[in-house]
T-cell receptor, first 111, second 116 residues
Framework: AQSVTQPDIHITVSEGASLELRCNYS??????LFWYVQSPGQGLQLLLK??????LVQGIKGFEAEFKRSQSSFNLRKPSVHWSDAAEYFC?????????FGTGTRLTIIP | SAVISQKPSRDICQRGTSLTIQCQVD?????MFWYRQQPGQSLTLIAT?????????ESGFVIDKFPISRPNLTFSTLTVSNMSPEDSSIYLC?????????????FGPGTRLTVT
C-alpha cells in the first residue's frame, strides 16, 4: 500500500522569502504525485501534479515541485511567498485508483 | 477540470440525528469519492461511488453509518447516520477527471459538520 510522509507539521516563513515543503512517498510502481492547497474554510485546490517525463513540474500560483525517484521525494517550492500563500498543503500519491494524502503542512506567513 | 458544489456548506446537528450531504458536479463523471477530514487531520477516504453500482467502502467505514447514493453521473449524496460528536468533521466529495493523462481528482468546498 502506498503512503505519504510530510515531516513538517508547521512552517513559518517571512513574506518574500523562499519556501520548500517536504514530501516523501512510498509506492511500488511509478508514482502519480500531487500537491493540493487548502485555504482556511475551503476545499482542496490542485497545485500541480507529476505523472512522467520532466521531473521538475510547474504549477499554479508560482509553485513548482521536483520529483526525485532516488530519494522518493516530491518537494514543493516557491521562490518568493506571498501572504495569500498561508494555508495547509497536502502531498498525495495515487495508487490503485485511490489518493493517499500526507498529514499536511501548515504554512504561516509573517510580514 | 470540474466545478463541484456541496450542500450544506456547514451544519450543527444533535447527536442521534442524520444529515444528508449533497454533491453536484458540472459535468458527467464516472467516479466520485467521499472523504472525511477530522479537525486538524488529513483526508481519509470513506468510499468510492460509481453510478449504477453500490458504493465501495474503505476499511473502518460501513454502509449503515454512511449510506451513499449515486443516482446519475453528476450527483451523489452522503448521509451521516445516528451522529455522535466523533462525527464532527469536514466532509468532502471529489470527482475523477481525465485530462490528457492519468486521472486527477477535483474537490468540492466541503461540508463542515458539528455534532453536539
Amino acid at each position: 500500500a502506498q503512503s505519504v510522509t510530510q515531516p513538517d507539521i508547521h512552517i513559518t516563513v517571512s513574506e518574500g522569502a523562499s519556501l520548500e515543503l517536504r514530501c516523501n512517498y512510498s509506492y511500488g510502481a511509478t508514482p502519480y504525485l500531487f500537491w493540493y492547497v487548502q485555504s482556511p474554510g475551503q476545499g482542496l485546490q490542485l497545485l500541480l501534479k507529476y505523472f512522467s517525463g520532466d521531473t521538475l513540474v510547474q504549477g499554479i500560483k508560482g509553485f513548482e515541485a521536483e520529483f526525485k525517484r532516488s530519494q522518493s521525494s516530491f518537494n514543493l517550492r516557491k521562490p518568493s511567498v506571498h501572504w495569500s500563500d498561508a494555508a495547509e498543503y497536502f502531498c498525495a500519491v495515487e495508487g490503485n485508483e485511490k489518493l493517499t494524502f500526507g498529514t499536511g503542512t501548515r504554512l504561516t506567513i509573517i510580514p | 477540470s470540474a466545478v463541484i458544489s456541496q450542500k450544506p456548506s456547514r451544519d450543527i446537528c444533535q447527536r442521534g440525528t442524520s444529515l444528508t450531504i449533497q454533491c453536484q458536479v458540472d459535468s458527467q463523471v464516472t467516479m466520485m469519492f467521499w472523504y472525511r477530514q477530522q479537525p486538524g487531520q488529513s483526508l481519509t477516504l470513506i468510499a468510492t461511488a460509481n453510478q449504477g453500482s453500490e458504493a465501495t467502502y474503505e476499511s473502518g467505514f460501513v454502509i449503515d453509518k454512511f449510506p451513499i447514493s449515486r443516482p446519475n453521473l453528476t450527483f451523489s449524496t452522503l448521509t451521516v447516520s445516528n451522529m455522535s460528536p466523533e462525527d464532527s468533521s469536514i466532509y468532502l466529495c471529489s470527482v475523477e477527471v481525465e485530462e490528457g493523462g492519468p486521472y486527477e481528482q477535483y474537490f468540492g468546498p466541503g461540508t463542515r459538520l458539528t455534532v453536539t
